[in-house]
């Protein structure tokens, strides 16, 4: 069992990576920097898969809320190619590959779903309609290249996930400091959803699509309870012993992000995930206290 893991240098992938080696399943990385066990894109393109896949999972994207970055049209160039093109160098490469990996997983965003339809709960059967701003356009783009022709027999699915909650990584390592010295809060007014999940519910949910045969389209990556921005900052203050007074102002971010990629934060859908539910898939964290608590050291080991 050999898992090909685009990404598995990033939060969510070296996070994947330790599971599935925990497993004893063989991993080879691919990654723009070359290094032992691992395979660059370029590799992929001119050789083709390594001998021996049985997977293959794309979790190569670069940071969106990246606060070094500005939000300029070459940035957004790469955010775009570092999914869509790398996404499409896979299937090509298994289009091409003599012998089949029995399973190809992408992940995608919640962004495919419209955060200002505020009454809706999203489940993987809710319509996709034509794209309404650049995330979910990307969400779109990048679910579509992973799309392989119907004469190509191999099992397909994509994890479209909420924002990732774990130690080492995305939001909580952003956040954890300014909660931790007391100074965190809702973002705007707090009532707009946070679609979630923890970061080894998602690893969990990746391995399980890999060794389920029944696993294939679309699953939401949520956690099943669904909460606002509000609970979320009550809940992460509440697991540190601290308040969670300081609300961060909408204009901020927007400032900060610009108003297109603000967005993850000042705007949420109420996500479900009626697919891995339906499945039989076991969550570790299904609420948010609980979840939060098992990241609420102030000193970690990755
Ligand atoms: P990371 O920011 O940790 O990045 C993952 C990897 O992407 C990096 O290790 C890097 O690998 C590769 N990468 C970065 N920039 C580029 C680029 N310009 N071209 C090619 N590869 C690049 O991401 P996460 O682990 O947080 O997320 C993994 C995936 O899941 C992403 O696609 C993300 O959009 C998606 N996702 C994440 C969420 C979250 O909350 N974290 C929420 C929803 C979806 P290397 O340097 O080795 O090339």
Request: glycine share 14%; net charge negative; aromatic share 8%.
């Given at each position: 069992r050999h898992v090909l893991l685009?990404?598995?240098?990033g939060f969510v992938g070296s996070a994947l990576k330790q599971v599935l080696l925990s497993k004893n399943y063989d991993v080879t990385v691919i990654s723009r920097m070359p290094g032992p066990r691992r395979v660059t894109w370029f590799d992929v393109q001119s050789?083709?898969?390594?001998?021996?896949?049985?997977a293959v999972v794309n979790l190569a994207g670069?940071?969106?809320?990246?606060?070094?970055?500005?939000?300029?049209p070459g940035f957004r160039q790469n955010v775009w190619n570092s999914r869509v093109n790398t996404t499409k160098t896979l299937a090509e490469a298994i289009v091409n590959s003599k012998i089949k990996p029995d399973v190809f997983l992408t992940v995608s965003g919640?962004?495919?779903?419209?955060?200002?339809?505020?009454d809706v709960v999203y489940d993987e059967k809710s319509p996709i309609g034509e794209p309404f701003d650049f995330l979910s356009k990307l969400a779109i783009e990048w679910e579509k290249a992973a799309c392989l022709p119907a004469d190509v027999n191999v099992r397909q699915a994509v994890i479209r996930s909420g924002v990732v909650l774990g130690r080492t990584g995305g939001m909580i390592q952003q956040l954890y400091l300014q909660f931790f010295f007391g100074m965190g809060g809702p973002i705007s007014s707090g009532c707009q959803p946070l679609p979630w999940i923890h970061l080894k519910d998602l690893c969990n949910m990746f391995v399980f699509a890999i060794e389920n045969p029944k696993v294939n389209g679309?699953?939401?990556?949520?956690?099943?309870q669904i909460i606002s921005n509000a609970e979320f900052a009550k809940a992460f203050a509440s697991v540190l012993g601290r308040?969670?007074?300081?609300r961060v102002p909408e204009f901020a971010l927007n400032l900060m992000f610009s108003e297109e990629r603000a967005k993850i934060m000042t705007m949420g859908q109420r996500v479900a995930p009626a697919r891995p539910l339906e499945l039989g898939f076991q969550y570790?964290?299904?609420?948010?206290r609980p979840a939060l608590a098992s990241m609420s050291r102030l000193f970690y080991s990755k």
């Open positions: 685009g990404g598995g240098t050789r083709g898969l390594p001998e021996g896949v049985t670069q940071n969106i809320l990246d606060p070094l970055q500005r939000w300029t919640v962004g495919i779903y419209d955060p200002s339809k505020t679309v699953l939401n990556g949520v956690a099943p308040p969670a007074m300081f570790e964290y299904p609420e948010i």
